[in-house]
């Protein structure tokens, strides 16, 4: 290749691209033409950069800090063009408008002065690719390209052919293979790299990446003249890959949908794609304490008071206690004497819910308990003997459960805190046949419970 096909442009700036992400490796060995079998000198040096070569008879060219003509970031066909990616990059004419003389201008003077002449010379590089292709498995191809500074021309369809064996034309014109991945658009960016990329499902006989202008792409060319007009068009070309595609990822964790029980949230392969906000090895969906780190057996909660009771579930988180009381202390000695002196302390009008006076010592002790056990609830179960019809000591029952319920709630204990039912006759813990049996049998029972 000739330097003085490639007149001198000094102009622009350069930007780069960000680059696409990959999954798995790239299956070109040599992306960046940073590897060389020797130095790079001038043009027409592409198949020493190791794993390269030309597909047809042209001369494609790599770029080195170096070199004479092809330098980085100024050559011959420009200035201000760092590489893309490392400190090399190659470089390719993807297409040339070659004019020749008019002999009928001689004899007219009007006719155009110069006709076009050869228009298929183009440049292609090949390389080979790490391993064959998977058939039925899709994968990406992307890299990057730059219009050189010193183009008057530009066209689209430039892409890669994944090839089944290594081309050697003996021509210097356009391949007539088609891309399996290419550019639709016109490339006649000189300031910044472009990124060629797409995706296609592999056959299986896929072995080398060839890459260029192509024609079977629906390749345009345009006019982007700037100066004297040297009718070509040159691009640099860099950061080049061929990865297999990456499964869909929705959420992003790269763990793929398929494989994600939580496809829509970013979480941890080891919990099979799905969060887990306090960092304890428990899936969040399966966490019931999910901003909280626990053990395994306590399904992910913390036990403060280290009595066994999870705290999501114990009525008491900082201090001991046992199941059967949601994880606070056993009732105490004094309460429980307390509810056994309410069974038959707690007195009411002979047939009626009126509590008599005498019964609100034990009342306000009661109350006392509630206020000094904020955690506890209280269920207050009213009783009768079995005498007199059992409708009517069903109603007396729930009654008088009632009036106590509402005795609490007045001296200030939360409505909530109490429940209260009645049980008329059903329940005798004495012989109603006796008058002492049917005494024990009217009573009014506390039981501590938690269900707030």
């Excluded at 490392?86 to 009007?110: C, H, I, L, P, S």
């Excluded at 036990?303 to 579930?313: E, H």
Aim: hydrophobic share 30%; glycine share 10%; proline share 5%.
């Amino acid at each position: 290749m000739l330097n003085t096909r490639y007149p001198v442009v000094a102009m622009g700036l350069f930007a780069v691209c960000g680059a696409m992400a990959q999954a798995g490796p790239n299956l070109v060995k040599n992306s960046g033409f940073e590897e060389v079998s020797k130095a790079i000198t001038t043009w027409d040096q592409l198949e020493r950069a190791t794993g390269w070569s030309n597909a047809n008879n042209a001369s494609c060219d790599v770029f080195d800090k170096t070199a004479c003509y092809t330098g980085v970031p100024d050559n011959d066909l420009g200035t201000g063009t760092p590489a893309f990616e490392g400190e090399r990059y190659a470089g390719f004419v993807a297409y040339k408008e070659d004019m020749r003389q008019n002999w009928k201008r001689v004899f007219k003077t009007d006719v155009d002065f110069r006709n076009p002449g050869y228009q298929q010379y183009s440049e292609y590089l090949q390389t080979e690719l790490n391993a064959p292709l998977t058939a039925g498995q899709p994968y990406d191809v992307s890299f990057r390209v730059k219009l050189s500074n010193g183009s008057d021309r530009a066209v689209s369809g430039i892409g890669g052919y994944c090839s089944p064996t290594m081309l050697a034309y003996k021509n210097l014109h356009f391949l007539t293979e088609k891309p399996q991945v290419s550019i639709a658009t016109s490339v006649n960016d000189k300031q910044n790299w472009t990124e060629v990329k797409g995706t296609f499902i592999a056959d299986g006989t896929e072995k080398f990446l060839v890459i260029g202008a192509f024609p079977a792409a629906g390749m345009e060319k345009s006019k982007v003249i700037e100066g004297a007009d040297n009718q070509h068009a040159y691009y640099y070309i860099d950061g080049i890959s061929v990865n297999v595609h990456p499964e869909p990822d929705t959420d992003g964790d790269g763990v793929p949908d398929k494989d994600d029980s939580c496809p829509q949230e970013k979480g941890l392969a080891a919990l099979g794609g799905c969060p887990d906000r306090d960092g304890d090895g428990i899936a969040d969906a399966l966490d019931a304490c999910p901003d909280k780190s626990g053990p395994v057996d306590m399904k992910g909660c913390p036990d403060s008071d280290g009595d066994g009771i999870a705290d999501n579930v114990d009525r008491c988180p900082n201090e001991k206690g046992v199941a059967s009381m949601s994880g606070c202390p056993e009732v105490n000695e004094a309460t429980k004497k307390l509810f056994e002196k309410a069974l038959s302390g707690v007195k009411f009008e002979t047939g009626k819910s009126i509590i008599k006076k005498e019964s609100y010592t034990i009342l306000n002790d009661v109350v006392k308990v509630m206020q000094d056990n904020p955690t506890y609830d209280l269920e207050i179960h009213g009783h009768t003997d079995d005498q007199g019809d059992d409708a009517k000591n069903q109603k007396l029952s729930d009654d008088r459960a009632a009036a106590v319920k509402k005795y609490l709630t007045d001296k200030g204990i939360a409505d909530n805190r109490t429940k209260s039912y009645g049980h008329g006759e059903t329940m005798p813990v004495a012989d109603n046949k006796t008058s002492a049996g049917r005494a024990q049998n009217r009573r009014v029972e506390f039981k501590v419970s938690f269900w707030q």
